[in-house]
């Protein structure tokens, strides 16, 4: 059996591997080779977190071969689609990201969406209104702040599509914008099975793979990030 890996160069500053068949397993590096070399043990903490929730889950990768199948440099554009220094960044685009979503596909999605969210609100359950909102030294975002951007990202894929509410309906609430984007995103995706529907936007291409693909990795890392913050 062997995993097909996309690498992405340049996220942040960073490379990202991502387990293209296993939305929510990625591994990050400082180099795309030291991306790779963290992917195994990924795999072990993605297959730790299925079970956690799943005591059968789809798969446990025993004698599992992993395979880099396409690299991807991310690009930065400013307004005019022109290379810069600054701008807009546009991410990977891998050719597995064509292939139309099957139903079993959605069904785990859903499952992995469910599952991420609840990780998400444990981790900032019983925090404090002050804990909530202080910055820390060195971050972007107060806790609140990147619920709210996790909110926000989520909509961003959905609007990519042209599947989002109206942006001026977003709630400004961090939870309340959560729960109504993921719901958003839950009604729509079963309508997405078999879609070859492909976006270009803003220097960009999307398509429901890649929504789904993003969307629980992203939900995922900030998990992992609010964590860290909460150990500091």
């Known amino acids: 059996m062997s995993l097909k890996i996309g690498l992405e160069n340049g996220v942040e500053g960073r490379s990202l591997a991502w387990g293209l068949e296993h939305p929510g397993l990625f591994a990050y590096g400082q180099t795309g080779e030291e991306a790779l070399d963290n992917f195994p043990a990924a795999m072990q903490k993605y297959r730790a977190w299925l079970e956690s929730h799943n005591p059968q889950p789809w798969s446990d990768f025993a004698d599992t071969l992993t395979e880099l199948v396409e690299t991807f440099q991310v690009l930065i554009i400013d307004e005019q689609f022109e290379l810069a220094k600054d701008g807009y960044e546009v991410n990977a685009w891998f050719l597995h990201d064509w292939k139309p979503l099957l139903p079993e596909e959605i069904e785990r999605g859903l499952g992995l969406l469910k599952w991420s969210r609840q ?43 042209g599947l989002a509410f109206p942006r001026e309906q977003v709630p400004e609430e961090p939870f309340e914008r959560m729960e109504k984007v993921r719901a ?33 990795w992203h ?14």
């Open 184 to 216: 958003q995103l839950i009604r729509v995706l079963p309508g997405l099975i078999g879609s070859k529907h492909v976006v270009g936007i803003d220097g960009e291409i999307w398509s429901p793979r890649k929504l789904l693909r993003r969307a629980i």
């Open 119 to 161: 990780d998400l609100l444990e981790t900032v359950r019983g925090l404090n209104a002050q804990t909530m909102e202080t910055k820390p030294a060195g971050e972007r975002w107060s806790i609140n702040g990147i619920l709210r951007h996790v909110g926000g990202a989520e909509w961003w894929y959905l609007d990519r599509l």
């Open 219 to 232: 939900e995922r890392d900030h998990t992992a990030h609010i964590q860290e913050l909460k150990s500091i």
